[in-house]
């Protein structure tokens, strides 16, 4: 069964970038069959979709965050990354990488979350 | 861009039934995928395709989808179903859009 990890630092300060990566496991990156996206919640609130990828390196994009927002993907290491530049205390929140269904566009797997704190 | 309205909040007792909403624009067009989170856990989806189970997901967990409206229909209510459930849809210029979201509490 595919696993994800989130991976990166707790807290960054304000007006610098968040960079998060997922470490697949399990199975190939590089399946046709997946998607690979970001979810974030801040706290005490709901879900928000940041951005998705394809293995061919397709990216999709909020466009609420497009303008501050880069996924890519690494298939030798099997990972794929965030990055989220000029960060404010609004980016707080937990941050979950996730599996998504090509064909159906569900969020099958989902990494445990991790929290990042933009704070000086 | 497309709009996913949840009620806050709906309360139900032991062994009755809960609904929950999901409105959109013309929303019995698309798909409707349903999450169900947990306090300190990622969401686990509960409903796909408007109303097909993944494996492990009771049968009292049931959904249905139809012109401006997605219902998410849980059965015989147990105090374990008490969640946040989200409501998602991925809309045709291939962005992922989630509802905002609705506290179920079990009386």
């Known amino acids: 069964q595919l696993q994800l990890q989130e991976s990166g630092p707790g807290l960054v300060k304000p007006s610098e970038t968040l960079s998060l990566t997922c470490t697949v496991s399990?199975?190939?990156?590089?399946?046709?069959?997946?998607?690979w996206g970001w979810i974030r919640q801040p706290p005490g609130k709901g879900l928000e979709w940041i951005g998705s990828?394809?293995?061919?390196?397709?990216?999709y994009y909020n466009p609420s965050l497009k303008s501050r927002v880069t996924i890519s993907v690494d298939t030798s290491k099997n990972q794929f990354s965030l990055k989220l530049s000029s960060v404010t205390a609004a980016d707080t929140a937990v941050y979950y990488c996730g599996l998504i269904i090509a064909a159906a566009g569900t969020v099958n797997e989902w990494g445990q979350g991790t929290l990042v704190t933009v704070s000086s | 861009s497309y709009v996913l309205t949840q009620p806050p909040s709906v309360s139900v007792a032991p062994g009755k039934t809960a609904r929950i909403t999901c409105g959109g624009n013309n929303i019995g067009s698309k798909s409707v995928h349903w999450y169900q989170q947990k306090p300190g856990q990622a969401p686990v989806l509960v409903i796909y395709y408007d109303s097909d189970r993944p494996s492990g997901i009771p049968e009292r967990f049931s959904g249905s989808n139809s012109g401006n409206t997605a219902t998410l229909t849980i059965s015989r209510v147990e105090a374990g179903d008490e969640a946040d459930y989200y409501c998602q849809v991925w809309d045709s210029s291939s962005v992922w859009v989630f509802g905002g979201g609705t506290k179920l509490t079990v009386l």
């Open positions: 990828i394809y293995y061919s390196g397709s990216t």
């Open positions: 399990g199975g190939s990156i590089s399946s046709s069959s997946y998607y």
